[in-house]
C-alpha cells in the first residue's frame, strides 16, 4: 500500500516555519486579497487564506467588489494596491465575471507583488529558470514530492494537463530537478501507456478519477491536484470530494499518493503564503 502524503501536516509545518521567519526577520508581510462577485467557493477559499495568513504573521485584507465592477474600476484598485509600500502580495481571486479579462488584470499586477505567480514576466523567469515568484500549487506539488523522494534526478515525470496554472508551470518545476518530463493532455494518444511509464504523474486534468488504477506504474508516486464534486453513492443526495485520480485502485500499486480533499490543497495556500513573506524580505532588503 502507498504512502499517503499528508498535504495538511506539510503546510502546517511550512506555516510554522514561516511565522518563526517572519518573528525572527521582524519583518510586516501585507497581502491584499481581491474578490470580485459572490462566488461561493471563492468565498470561502478567501476566508481560509486569511486564516492562514493570520497564523504566520501577515496582515491580510479583503476588498469584496460586487459582480458589477468594472474592469476599469479593478484596474484601479490594483493600481492603488500596487503603489502602497505596506503590501507586498496581491492576490485578485479567479474566476473573475465574465465581462473583466482576467490576462489583463494579471498583467496590470506589480511583479513583485505578484504571490499568484501568474505575471507574465514571471512565467518568463520561470521558463527560464530565473527567480521568480513561483505559482502557488506547482510549488506545493513539488514540496509535497520531496515529501516521498529525495531526489527527482532521472525520474520519468508525466504532467496530466497543461493549464497556465498547474501543468506548464509545474512541467517547468520538474525540469529544473532534472526530471524527463512529458507534458500530456486530451489529444495525448494512448494515455494510459503514457501514464504507465511515469515514476512521477502529476494528474490536473479536472475530470473526477480519470485516471485509472492500472495506468499507474507499481512504485509511482502521485500527486493529485484535482478537486472535483460528484454524487456519493454511499449516502442519498450527498456530494464528495475526488481527485482526477481513482484513488483507492490507485494506493495499491503507487509508492506514494495524497489524498483529496486533503493532499495539495492545503499547500496551494501555505504557498502563497511563502510568496507573500519572500516578496516582504526581498522589499525589506530594498
Known sequence: MALIIDGVAVAKKLRQSLAA??????????LS????????????YVRNKSRAAEEVGIVSDTHRLPSDTTQEELLALVDQLNKDKKIHGILVQLPLPKHIDAQTI??????????????????????????????????GCMILLGEALSDLSGKRALVLGRSNIVGKPVAQL?????CTVTLAH?????????????????AAIGKPEF??????????????????????????????????????????RAAAITPVPGG???????????????SARKSAAG
Open 186 to 202: 486530451s489529444r495525448t494518444k494512448d494515455l494510459p501507456e503514457e501514464c504507465r511509464r511515469a515514476d512521477i504523474l502529476i
Open 21 to 30: 521567519q517572519v518573528a525572527a526577520e521582524k519583518l510586516s508581510p501585507g
Open 106 to 139: 494579471i498583467a496590470a499586477i506589480d511583479p513583485e507583488k505578484d504571490v499568484d505567480g501568474f505575471h507574465p514576466i514571471n512565467a518568463g523567469r520561470l521558463s527560464l529558470g530565473l527567480p521568480s515568484l513561483v505559482p502557488c500549487t506547482p510549488q
Open 174 to 178: 520538474l525540469l529544473q530537478a532534472n
Open 211 to 252: 485516471v485509472q488504477g492500472d495506468w499507474v506504474k507499481e512504485g509511482a508516486v502521485v500527486i493529485d491536484v484535482g478537486i472535483n464534486r460528484i454524487d456519493d453513492p454511499a449516502t442519498a443526495g450527498k456530494t464528495k470530494l475526488v481527485g482526477d485520480v481513482a484513488f483507492a485502485a490507485t494506493e495499491k
Open 33 to 44: 486579497v481581491v474578490l470580485v462577485g459572490e462566488d461561493p467557493a471563492s468565498q470561502v
Open 264 to 278: 495539495v490543497g492545503p499547500m496551494t495556500i501555505a504557498c502563497l503564503l511563502k510568496n507573500t513573506v519572500e
